[in-house]
């Protein structure tokens, strides 16, 4: 019993830091791989983490209206996405907080992330950062509820919302494709690309000011704190592939109680997954353009409205309704 408990603990440690070391990677993928596909050079795979040792050496400046929320929200931003990510499986199943690993947990965490990050929009008192943050906000108000609708899907299908359940109860097979798991799944993507600032919702490589959503509320940040909230963004995208690797794609990862051979091998799937995602990610953005704000709420009207169905033929089929 103790020797499960050492190794659940050390794969755990094992994935936080590789979380940690890969989110910038992947961000820097996602760039080159547009870049790639535009028909350009682009910038190197590593370059976000260049870029981050280089803010780091680098003190902060803040506004003279800006208050101790300046100061503190980039850490409590990035505490609670890390949180987030530790309980997100990557290489192996059976980590040391596996029974905590529930999707409204980490729906709260990722919601107490974006609060500190809307918080720290409005602290300088700038007209652009507060444009973004009620926008982040305005946003948050129809994605959230399509999360929530999607989790309940998964729960009715799984018997619980923990992850671990979740893509053992899709790995085993017992489920068979459904319809729900489909719209599920898209209305999971579309609320993925509006937690990140991705195209269509937002485009996180712009300098338009009246356009901006992320970056309008980072704009008076600088030094460590903007390294911080860097980051930040970069450890969100990769536990947003994370999660959508554990729930559709469960194949290959290292059961509970496995040895290091069995990690590898987890590890190696868990990157080509991430490879993919990534790829995926690049073309579907180098495939359209950003819409409009005041179009933002339909889109996720929409992926709000496919949830709802899936929950909907969830309980036809399964005859709870």
């Known amino acids: 019993m103790m020797l499960v408990a050492f190794g659940s603990l ?17 961000v820097g993928a996602v760039r080159w791989l547009k870049a790639r596909l535009m028909g350009r ?24 209206t800006a208050s101790v929320v300046s100061r503190v929200a980039p850490y409590l931003a990035l505490g609670a996405t890390t949180l987030a990510a530790a309980l997100v ?22 919601a107490l992330a974006r609060v500190a990050l809307a918080l720290n929009g409005h602290d300088a008192g700038t007209p652009f950062g507060g444009m973004g943050a009620a926008r982040e906000m305005t946003f948050a108000v129809f994605a959230e509820p399509a999360l929530l609708v999607c989790v309940m899907v998964f729960a009715v299908l799984a018997g619980g919302s923990n992850l671990d359940a979740i893509g053992a109860a899709l790995r085993d097979g017992a489920l ?21 600032a991705r195209i269509p919702v937002d ?9 901006m959503v992320h970056e309008a509320m980072l704009l008076e940040a600088s030094g460590r704190h903007l390294a911080v909230w860097e980051m930040q963004a970069a450890l969100k995208l990769t536990l947003w592939f994370a999660l ?9 990862t290292a059961p509970a109680g496995s040895g ?8 190696g799937l868990w990157g080509l997954k991430m490879g ?7 073309f579907f953005e180098s495939a359209i353009a950003k819409m409009r704000v005041f179009r933002v709420p339909d889109f996720l009207g929409g992926a709000l409205l496919l949830a709802l169905l899936a929950a909907a033929l969830i309980f036809v089929s399964t005859g709870l309704a």
């Open 203 to 211: 485009n996180p490589a712009t300098h338009l000011e009246l356009t």
């Open 276 to 282: 993919l995602l990534a790829l995926g990610l690049a």
């Open 176 to 196: 068979g494709l459904r319809v729900s798991l489909l719209f599920a799944g898209l209305a999971l993507v579309a609320v993925m690309l509006a937690e990140n």
């Open 89 to 110: 499986p990557s290489f192996a199943q059976g980590m040391w907080l596996a029974p905590l690993a529930d999707l409204v947990l980490i729906g709260g965490l990722l």
């Open 260 to 267: 290091p051979l069995a990690w590898a091998a987890g590890l």
């Open 10 to 26: 050390i794969t755990q440690l094992l994935h936080v830091a590789l979380m940690l070391a890969a989110a910038p990677v992947i």
């Open 41 to 64: 050079r682009g910038p190197h795979p590593l370059q976000p983490w260049r870029d981050l040792l280089k803010l780091l050496r680098k003190r902060p400046v803040l506004a003279e």
């Open 244 to 252: 959508l690797a554990a729930i559709f794609l469960p194949f290959g």
